[in-house]
């Protein structure tokens, strides 16, 4: 059975910081691309952030500079360093993993940016 399972969100002021982890079972986590998306209310979904299998990275440009994604394979986890959050990143963040038809998510992690 496939899980990711998101965590680290949070509530935090305006300029703060999160780590949001998103750790997989059930998949050959290496070979799987690997996405954070985000949904703020009455918008539609955004692609935050990629990291493919070979560790190409890609930032949405509303995020780009201060948000990082990487991976642990060992760990078979995905995370996404936030630094700089302004109230407008407020939103539900999902994990995803993708490779070829295989597509999977998380049930998402609240991120509130408010003073």
């Known amino acids: 059975q496939v899980q990711l399972v998101e965590s680290g969100g949070g509530w935090v002021p305006p300029g703060g910081s999160l780590r949001l982890s998103c750790a997989a079972s059930g998949i050959s986590f290496s070979s799987y691309r690997m996405n954070w998306y985000r949904q703020a209310p009455g918008k539609q979904r955004e692609l935050v952030a990629t990291?493919?299998?070979?560790?190409?990275?890609y930032l949405g440009d509303s995020v780009k500079g201060r948000f990082t994604i990487s991976r642990d394979n060992a760990k078979n986890t995905v995370y996404l360093q936030m630094n700089s959050l302004k109230p407008e990143d407020t939103a539900v963040y999902s994990c995803?993993?993708?490779?070829?038809?295989?597509?999977?998510w998380g049930q998402g992690t609240q991120v509130t940016v408010s003073s």
């Open positions: 990291i493919t299998s070979g560790d190409y990275t």
């Open positions: 995803n993993a993708k490779l070829h038809l295989l597509d999977y």
